[in-house]
T-cell receptor, first 112, second 113 residues
């Protein structure tokens, strides 16, 4: 059973377009993270959101945590080829433990 | 400043052989995680350690898999005997206890023929 479902699974767009990736669950998380993974490398943390309704911006990337802390979204404005990669959301269940549950992933390709 | 180090980066072996994957976490990190990534199942947590002690191994697929952390700077994941369905990229990650962030190594791509 996959606790975190991401959509879309694949996204191929042109440079300059905007896009949104969704991360949904029926479970409540104490925090949620977004990672980006490039080919041949491990995932790298982009952001952590903790409070329901929280919005964080990282240059052209905007992250939002749902009010009920069950879902999150990642919006990229004016995508660039350097944004290409696998985007993973990861949630920490409110058990107090360190382990993360990773989402199914969204593979993004931005063409020049 | 070295990140998480994994070896080997690539491993090709035949079904039935023993495979040992190695990980050196970032110095000072108290938590160490082993993950497996496949196209079908995504990134799955296999086991994690705190201060060298296994905390949760519920993700270990079966008895053929075992993991050890003999000291704070070294961990191994062993598969014996290996099967073709074990083919995947295996990642090691480490973190501070007070931090949300996990730092991942570059992974070991395992192919079992």
């Amino acid at each position: 059973t996959q606790l975190l479902e991401q959509s879309p699974q694949f996204l191929s767009i042109q440079e300059g377009e905007n896009l949104t990736v969704y991360c949904n669950s029926s479970s409540v998380f104490s925090s949620l993270q977004w990672y980006r993974q490039e080919p041949g490398e491990g995932p790298v943390l982009l952001v952590t959101v903790v409070t329901g309704g929280e919005v964080k911006k990282l240059k052209r990337l905007t992250f939002q945590f749902g009010d009920a802390r069950k879902d999150s979204s990642l919006h990229i404005t004016a995508a660039q080829p350097g944004d290409t990669g696998l985007y993973l959301c990861a949630g920490r269940l409110p058990t107090g433990f360190q382990k993360l549950v990773f989402g199914t992933g969204t593979r993004l390709l931005v063409s020049p | 400043d070295a990140g998480v180090i994994q070896s080997p980066r690539h491993e090709v072996t035949e079904m039935g052989q023993e495979v040992t994957l190695r990980c050196k976490p970032i110095s000072g990190h108290d938590y160490l995680f082993w993950y497996r990534q496949t196209m079908m199942r995504g990134l799955e947590l296999l086991i994690y350690f705190n201060n060298n002690v296994p905390i949760d191994d519920s993700g270990m697929p079966e008895d053929r898999f075992s993991a050890k952390m003999p000291n704070a700077s070294f961990s191994t994941l062993k598969i014996q005997p290996s099967e073709p369905r074990d083919s995947a990229v295996y990642f090691c990650a480490s973190s501070f206890p007070s931090s949300n962030e996990q730092f991942f190594g570059p992974g070991t791509r395992l192919t079992v023929l």
